[in-house]
């Protein structure tokens, strides 16, 4: 066993899978989502999802974590030693660390953004600013790389130092202080955002159910949240899994994460919505309602300086607790690879992801337009980083779905569980043939170009990979039975 870190109290792991899935999914995709998609219908949708998808391979993940006691990359290549199966299942490992370094690039640079807009709130600076003041304001800080760049590394740099404390000096200590902050800072947001705001139109919004109002791809939006939104298959929950204690339950556990997760993500939508509809605003801004339509609107009512302030302070927040699971899967990888202390491996990891952030900050800037980069892959970096994340994610997510519920046997199951026969056939058929499947429209969703061809590919991939897994798996199946 290579990692002999166990979290000190049974609900820290609870606290760090909190921790990992409230970040700005919560706080900025799921809420401009919601308005894009006509809101309760998309809720709805979502939460169908959170629970036949997220839940089961949430478990799935935490449970492969804690049977290895390993970093995920490690983990996979001592799951398939002792299950003698492919190592090409050692893929699920590398596919989370890639994800991770490839997310945490970008993620500290939008990150950064919050820096920028705590500042300029808490100064005042927006105070009786107009929308076009603000889009230029906007504007101009994606035109700085001085800034950006600043902003980049102060972000990655608090978020290495907490984790190169350790997992129990760092992470946990960390993550005790983070997230009741955020909770508490949550609920006076949404507070100011009841008696300023127009909460009751907010409400109305979020939950006043409408299926005509979603499309297709608004249904492939709200199952892919359902999955990003969970940290899953980016290496984290596998990560925070190998230090988690035998006792606690996985499946509590999961629905705990999966209800607190959403219920951020709800409480964010309500306060948010109730200030855009407060000043009169329009809910389906896309990914600007963050940055710009939520700064108007605290900027024409009475205290928004000081609350707006206090709202980007939870942005930051929670998109460092976040980040500090997103560094430690291939932190940990280095330490039981090469032997590395932990300060070396999280300030190697850290180094190479701040400069591979560097060219996400001239995405926006310097290579905006036709660049080197933009002629060799036909993206800007940033796009290529979001869309090679947005593909290595689910794929990871898929292949832990399958390899939870084709290799490891019905016995190591029941007793990593500790559940009832009803739940684990329940949670068996969900991981091995419903989740794969939804995974894979998130999957192909994100592969550009699908186009037409999008169901026919969705029901060839699922089906030929969950033959190939029953198939490979099935010897194995049939002994326990």
């Not at 939870?404 to 016995?411: D, K, P, V």
């Not at 192909?444 to 030929?464: E, R």
Request: proline share 3%.
């Amino acid at each position: 066993m290579s990692t002999h870190n166990v979290w000190t109290h049974k609900g820290t792991f609870l606290l760090a899978a909190i921790g990992s899935a409230v970040g700005l999914g919560n706080l900025w995709r799921f809420p401009y989502l919601a308005g894009e998609n006509g809101g309760g219908a998309f809720f709805l949708v979502y939460a169908l999802c959170i629970f036949a998808v997220g839940i089961p391979i949430l478990i799935a993940e935490t449970m492969l974590g804690r049977n290895s006691r390993r970093s995920p990359i490690m983990g996979m290549r001592f799951l398939t030693r002792t299950h003698k199966t492919s190592r090409s299942w050692e893929a699920i490992g590398w596919l989370g660390g890639i994800s991770a370094f490839l997310i945490l690039s970008f993620y500290s640079v939008i990150a950064g953004w919050a820096i920028h807009y705590t500042w300029q709130m808490l100064t005042g600076s927006l105070i009786g600013a107009d929308i076009e003041g603000i889009a230029t304001g906007f504007d101009a800080l994606l035109a700085s790389p001085a800034l950006l760049t600043l902003y980049h590394t102060l972000f990655i740099a608090a978020s290495g130092l907490i984790v190169g404390l350790g997992v129990h000096q760092g992470i946990e200590r960390g993550l005790r202080v983070i997230m009741p902050a955020l909770f508490v800072i949550l609920l006076v947001v949404l507070a100011y955002g009841v008696t300023h705001g127009d909460f009751p139109t907010a409400v109305d919004f979020l939950f006043n159910f409408n299926i005509a109002d979603l499309s297709l791809e608004g249904w492939l939006e709200a199952m892919g949240q359902s999955f990003f939104t969970l940290s899953l298959g980016m290496g984290a929950i596998m990560a925070y899994g190998a230090y988690m204690s035998g006792e606690v339950s996985l499946t509590r556990t999961a629905i705990i994460v999966a209800i607190v997760d959403t219920a951020v993500a709800v409480v964010a939508g309500l306060a948010i919505f109730s200030l855009v509809f407060g000043a009169g605003l329009d809910a389906g801004q896309g990914p600007g309602l963050m940055f710009v339509t939520l700064p108007l609107a605290f900027a024409e009512m009475p205290a928004g300086a000081l609350i707006g302030g206090v709202f980007f302070i939870l942005v930051l927040g929670a998109a460092l607790s976040s980040s500090i699971s997103l560094i430690e899967p291939v932190a940990a990888y280095l330490v039981e690879r090469f032997d590395l202390t932990r300060p070396q491996a999280v300030l190697a990891m850290v180094l190479t992801t701040w400069a591979l952030g560097l060219l996400t900050v001239i995405s926006f800037n310097l290579w905006a337009e036709e660049s080197v980069f933009h002629g060799l892959f036909g993206y800007r970096p940033f796009d290529l980083f979001e869309l090679l994340s947005n593909i290595f994610m689910p794929l990871g997510g898929m292949l832990i779905a399958l390899f939870a519920g084709w290799a490891l046997t019905q016995s190591e199951v029941v007793k990593e569980m500790g559940t009832n026969g009803l739940w684990f056939s329940t949670w068996r058929f969900l991981v091995r043939f419903i989740a794969p499947a939804a995974v894979a429209f998130v999957f192909l969703h994100a592969i550009p170009q699908v186009g037409g061809y999008l169901i026919p590919a969705i029901g060839a991939v699922v089906i030929v990979g969950v033959v190939a897994a029953s198939r490979i798996f099935l010897m194995e199946d049939d002994q326990v039975h």
